[in-house]
């Protein structure tokens, strides 16, 4: 059953005017994101990976928003030479200067998502997978979304007042504490 507090709005992410008024609530979530690929360049991932994500932050943050929780990417730093983790670590310190009383980061590692159509994610996972076997990257071996979605829960849930990053292994001990 679904909570009656839970209200399901569609939006035109590129539109935030129409939205903005109603991103309410004490603890807002962030988990958008896209491909290059599937967005077509990177303007139009930076759209979404970026300015979608930072307008509903600012939209959260203006409407009294006390928590945000921003899954972003492992490696994410604003002064990488790389496109992808220079826009996940801009995102960040974007986010970052709005000043939420508490801010949690997660930077997970390799999502497994049930019925992904991506071969490369596949693969990745299979590759990890036989590596984590005979014991190398243990701390990035993959994260299936819904042990993600708990530990976010968790993280959320923290009274704790600051900014706090989430490594994998971070991630991990939040699946410990989770109920």
Not at 111 to 126: F, M, N
Request: net charge positive; glycine share 6%; aromatic share 6%.
């Amino acid at each position: 059953m679904i909570n009656a507090k839970l209200h399901n709005h569609i939006i035109n992410f590129h539109q935030p005017q129409q939205w903005v008024g109603e991103v309410r609530g004490d603890t807002a979530f962030i988990c958008l994101g896209t491909t290059l690929k599937a967005a077509g360049s990177k303007d139009a991932q930076w759209q979404i990976d970026y300015q979608a994500a930072l307008d509903f932050a600012c939209a959260a943050r203006k409407n009294v928003a006390s928590t945000l929780v921003l899954v972003s990417a492992a490696g994410a730093n604003a002064r990488s030479p790389f496109f992808y983790p220079r826009m996940k670590g801009a995102l960040e310190e974007a986010i970052t200067a709005l000043g939420y009383p508490r801010l949690r980061i997660f930077r997970p590692p390799l999502l497994i998502r049930p019925d992904s159509d991506r071969s490369g994610e596949k693969i990745s996972a299979r590759l990890l997978h036989a590596l984590n076997a005979i014991g190398l990257l243990r701390s990035q071996r993959p994260l299936p979304v819904a042990d993600l979605a708990r530990a976010l829960l968790v993280a959320a849930l923290d009274p704790q007042d600051g900014a706090k990053t989430y490594s994998p292994a971070d991630i991990r001990q939040c699946l410990q504490e989770s109920p």
